[in-house]
């Protein structure tokens, strides 16, 4: 396993240290891809701030190289849908596991997946 980075919307959430990020720059993008980020509560604004960070590094310029996530149905909603459209703006290759009904096919699905980024 390789380094990894935390970041918390706000000091102690889930009793974590806080990873500092770019703030102001994190709720730019943030404002750019929630469609109603200005009517979202300053807490769940916050969630969106992270979800900047956790797709492009605590200063913005430092992309994953993909993501494996859930969502009911591959359905790319809630706060993951937040970091997915971020992803996909920025060509981050994406794997869903709520697309698949089985863990069969998931695991199959997730290793070509892999195959083709050349992780396996």
């Not at 200063?59 to 937040?82: A, E, R």
């Not at 703006?89 to 050349?118: H, M, W």
Request: net charge positive; charged share 15%; glycine share 8%.
């Amino acid at each position: 396993s390789g380094a990894k980075e935390i970041f918390i919307p706000w000091a102690n959430f889930n009793s974590r240290q806080y990873l500092p990020f770019n703030v102001g720059k994190a709720s730019l993008i943030a404002k750019q891809y929630h469609p109603r980020y200005l009517e979202l509560s300053s807490g769940a604004q916050k969630l969106m701030n992270r979800n900047s960070c956790q797709v492009l590094g605590a200063n913005l310029d430092n992309p994953v190289k993909f993501i494996i996530c859930y969502t009911p149905n591959g359905s790319g909603s809630g706060g993951t849908g937040q970091a997915l459209r971020i992803a996909r703006a920025n060509n981050i290759p994406v794997f869903d596991i709520g697309k698949y009904a089985y863990i069969k096919s998931a695991s199959t699905a997730l290793k070509q997946f892999l195959r083709e980024l050349n992780l396996l």
